[in-house]
């Protein structure tokens, strides 16, 4: 252990020097201030003189800082050494405590750095204390601790490294209990600042020691999510992979047994969420992520990476419990990385495994009225969003393969769309991008190619009988009133015998009904709502209406639609329906089969069967 | 120090008074010594300082006096620089005021032209 030595008594002289001279520099500064206001005032036509007074204000206060701290450095020599000489003397570590204590604002790098490796382990030492006590409230602590130390990342590293993974799971856990829910506590956001500056290693190439232990096992994990939770500070990119990978692709905050500060107010889980959105936020990282190895070359460039797949569809569907806004993030983020594309536009092997991992897993997220799990507003968006960009893929999978492949992808698809019909925005966006899709197939239709048109047609029939199963009302209460109704009968059996029990059996399963049909939710109107806004068939008649059959030309004149524009403005109201009804009345015959072949083509395709 | 021309009769005179600019050049002289002094005292009080100091803190004072050092000097210098700055403003008076004078004598010679003009037309 190395010394320090000063003779306190000259630190004192030099402070009580250099505060003499500095008060006479102030003072030939306010004699110059004066002369210049003068000057100023009585020699406006004698140009510009630019007095230095800043720099000499800067100066000023540059010695009387170097005083007072050497004055201070006196000071702590003073309280550190315990001897009577005129020299004093004392350990490094001392003198550095004794800084800590009595003179923060001594507490700068250039005295410090030297002993950071022992005061890292003093605060430590604290840390592993207030651990072991159960100590949730670490304002003293705190205090002790300069702001110029926790913002030097080797110190952050070296007091982690010094408390150890287990104290330090343990610590962030006691603190966490001991904070109101949903209240930002100085405390843990102290730590996770700690966290966030100390995580990765100095050069930048991934987490320290301390930290992939950390995320070596559940506890460690949970601190971790509780840390990241509590700031925005970011962490390098490669250790930000490394914690996103270990803590919500590999594992999850539910999985991991979840903790009540990572729980919203509804109770949802959301432990992940931190972390998911910010390696969203990282370009390429959400889908390095999500497929784990890098595209492979190799396979049916037209087919889906299956590994990728699975890892996505295990992912999603894991998170059937969770909030799954961080789930969200990152799948967006994979789905608008260009890697998801080639140049042409068209999904990549790896692109086509997140659209299709993501469809697998969400449609296996359980439906059941009441159940924990379920597809919330940020996932439902999502699955909208891959079910309106990618439905053409989608739903020409339900048409190829084996039966049973093509019965399970089909079956799939009315999954997911039954989760975003239980969220009007998600399941009305979806909608509109449905009308959207037909006016484009019609249009390719007359052009000549009929698949665009028949897989539109598939996406309405799938949408209808999606929203279809949505709209059926829940009923909650319906697994207690069994028990209760089952209960009652064979009370009521055992009491009036079997003829008895068997009248009173039926009064009870009236009554089970009539409870079961009062409590049950008001159904939904996804499905009215998606018929109405594909009602009408003007985009078909306007497809028509830009590619004409030969020989048949348009009739506007007498037909109650002036031109294109006006058809194209027509809406779904009854008066809309009608004025379409007129228009194909006075259209030649061609016309008229022409749209009715468009309109007989879509609605065959809408009765999907695999 | 250079001198002011008066104003002639009828030119503006400029506003400035000499005795005020080499009084602020006299104050900012005397500030750059009060700064020079303070980094005198500062280098020996710090000699006396570092006997028997030894440790980080010593070799952080170090770094640091040298900067607050090098502050001191240069803040010194550009004082010097002002009063100089201010010393050479009664050159711009100067210049200013002979300005109003020229302008002043040439009114005065058109004026006589003007009036020998009206003498040769009027028999």
Same mark, same amino acid.
């Given at each position: ?6 003779r306190?008594?000259?630190l004192?002289r ?8 500095? !008060? ?5 500064e ?7 206001q ?14 230095p007074?800043?720099a000499v ?8 800082? &170097? ?25 490094d ?5 004794v800084v &800590? ?11 410090l ?22 100590r949730?409230?670490?304002t ?16 952050c ?7 150890g993974?287990?104290?330090?799971a343990?610590? *962030? ?7 109101l829910?949903?209240v ?14 100390g ?6 190439r991934g987490p %320290?020691?301390?930290? %992939?232990? &950390?995320l070596?096992?559940a506890?460690?994990? %949970?601190? +971790?999510?509780? #840390?990241?939770a ?12 490394? *914690?996103a990978r270990?803590?919500?692709i ?5 999985t ?5 500060? #990572?729980?919203?107010?509804?109770? *949802? ?11 969203a936020?990282?370009?390429? /990282? ?10 492979g070359?190799a ?7 299956p590994?990728?797949?699975a890892?996505? %569809?295990?992912?999603v ?6 909030s ?6 990152l ?9 998801a594309?080639?140049p042409?536009?068209?999904r ?11 469809v ?5 997220i359980?439906h ?5 799990a ?9 699955a ?27 079956? !799939? ?9 239980g ?11 449905l ?10 239709? +007359?052009?000549?190619?009929p698949?665009? /048109? ?15 199963r ?12 069994? +028990? ?7 009370a ?13 059996g ?7 009904r ?8 008001d159904?939904g ?18 497809? +028509? ?8 030309t ?7 639609v002036a ?6 403005a027509?809406?779904?109201g ?13 259209q030649?015959?061609p *016309? ?8 007989a ?10 | ?10 030119a503006?005179?400029v ?9 602020? $050049?006299?104050?900012? =002289?005397?500030? @750059? ?5 303070a @980094?005198?005292?500062? =280098? $020996? $009080?710090?000699?006396? @300082?570092?006997? =028997?100091?030894?440790?980080p803190?010593?070799?952080w ?7 607050v050092?090098?502050e001191?000097?240069?803040a @010194?210098?550009?004082?010097? =620089?002002a ?17 109003h ?5 040439a009114r005065r010679r ?11 037309r009027?028999?």
């Amino acid at each position: 252990m190395s010394q320090s030595s000063a003779r306190p008594a000259e630190l004192h002289r030099y402070r009580r020097e250099l505060q003499r001279v500095e !008060e006479h520099v102030a003072d030939a500064e306010h004699a110059a201030r004066r002369s210049s206001q003068a000057f100023a005032d009585a020699c406006p036509d004698g140009g510009a003189v630019h007095p230095p007074f800043h720099a000499v204000g800067a100066a000023c206060a540059a010695l009387h800082g &170097l005083a007072q701290r050497v004055g201070q450095v006196g000071d702590a020599f003073l309280a550190a050494d315990q001897g009577s000489s005129a020299v004093a003397e004392t350990s490094d570590a001392q003198l550095a405590h004794v800084v &800590l204590q009595h003179f923060p604002r001594l507490a700068v790098p250039g005295i410090l750095a030297p002993l950071l490796p022992r005061l890292a382990t003093d605060v430590a030492a604290d840390l592993r204390t207030a651990a072991e006590t159960g100590r949730h409230d670490l304002t003293d602590l705190r205090a002790g601790v300069p702001a110029t130390l926790t913002a030097d990342p080797a110190f952050c590293r070296a007091v982690l490294a010094a408390t150890g993974t287990a104290h330090l799971a343990a610590l *962030v856990d006691v603190v966490a209990r001991g904070q109101l829910p949903g209240v930002a506590s100085t405390d843990l956001v102290w730590l996770a600042d700690l966290f966030a500056r100390g995580a990765g290693r100095a050069d930048g190439r991934g987490p %320290t020691t301390v930290t %992939t232990d &950390l995320l070596a096992d559940a506890g460690g994990r %949970t601190a +971790v999510r509780t #840390l990241r939770a509590e700031v925005d500070r970011p962490l390098d990119h490669a250790t930000l992979e490394a *914690v996103a990978r270990a803590t919500a692709i590999e594992a999850s905050s539910w999985t991991d047994g979840g903790h009540p500060r #990572l729980a919203g107010t509804d109770g *949802v889980d959301r432990g992940d969420d931190a972390i998911l959105v910010e390696a969203a936020s990282v370009p390429g /990282l959400a889908l390095r992520l999500l497929a784990g190895t890098p595209d492979g070359a190799a396979g049916d460039p037209r087919t889906p990476d299956p590994g990728t797949a699975a890892r996505i %569809t295990r992912i999603v569907e894991r998170n059937g419990t969770t909030s799954q806004v961080g789930l969200a993030a990152l799948l967006h983020a994979a789905l608008d990385d260009p890697a998801a594309r080639d140049p042409s536009g068209a999904r990549t092997r790896t692109g086509l495994a997140v659209v299709t991992g993501v469809v697998t897993g969400i449609a296996r997220i359980p439906h059941d009225d009441g159940a924990p799990a379920g597809v919330r507003p940020d996932l439902a968006g999502l699955a909208a969003r891959v079910v309106a960009g990618d439905h053409r893929t989608l739903v020409h999978r339900t048409t190829r393969g084996r039966l049973a492949t093509r019965s399970e992808r089909l079956e !799939e698809l009315r999954s997911v769309v039954h989760h975003v019909a239980g969220w009007r925005p998600p399941f009305d966006a979806l909608a509109a991008e449905l009308v959207v899709a037909r006016r484009t197939a019609a249009t390719e239709h +007359v052009a000549g190619d009929p698949l665009a /048109l028949a897989l539109a047609g598939r996406l309405h029939g799938v949408l209808a009988e999606g929203a279809a199963r949505a709209d059926v009302p829940q009923r909650p209460y319906d697994p207690v009133l069994r +028990v209760a109704a089952f209960g009652a009968s064979r009370a009521a059996g055992a009491r009036f015998g079997r003829a008895g029990g068997a009248v009173a059996g039926r009064g009870i399963d009236v009554v089970h009904r009539r409870v079961s049909d009062a409590l049950a939710h008001d159904p939904g109107d996804a499905a009215a709502r998606l018929a109405r806004a594909t009602a009408s068939d003007r985009d078909l008649a306007l497809a +028509v209406v830009d590619r004409p059959p030969a020989g048949a030309t348009i009739v506007w004149a007498g037909s109650g639609v002036a031109d294109r524009a006006s058809l194209a403005a027509l809406g779904t109201g009854r008066l809309d329906h009608a004025a379409l009804d007129q228009w194909l009345a006075a259209q030649e015959p061609p *016309v008229r089969a022409a749209v009715a072949e468009l309109a007989a083509a879509y609605r065959a395709a809408r009765a999907p069967s695999p | 120090m250079p001198t002011l021309p008066p104003a002639v009769d009828g030119a503006t005179a400029v506003r400035f008074d000499p005795a005020t600019a080499a009084a602020l $050049a006299t104050s900012l =002289d005397a500030l @750059a010594w009060r700064l020079e002094t303070a @980094a005198r005292v500062e =280098d $020996a $009080a710090f000699g006396r @300082a570092i006997a =028997d100091w030894a440790g980080p803190t010593r070799r952080w004072a170090e770094e640091r006096r040298l900067a607050v050092r090098e502050e001191t000097v240069r803040a @010194a210098g550009r004082c010097r =620089d002002a009063a100089e700055e201010a010393r050479r403003s009664v050159l711009a008076a100067a210049i200013v005021q002979h300005g109003h004078n020229a302008d002043e004598h040439a009114r005065r010679r058109r004026n006589a032209a003007l009036l020998e003009l009206a003498e040769v037309r009027v028999p």
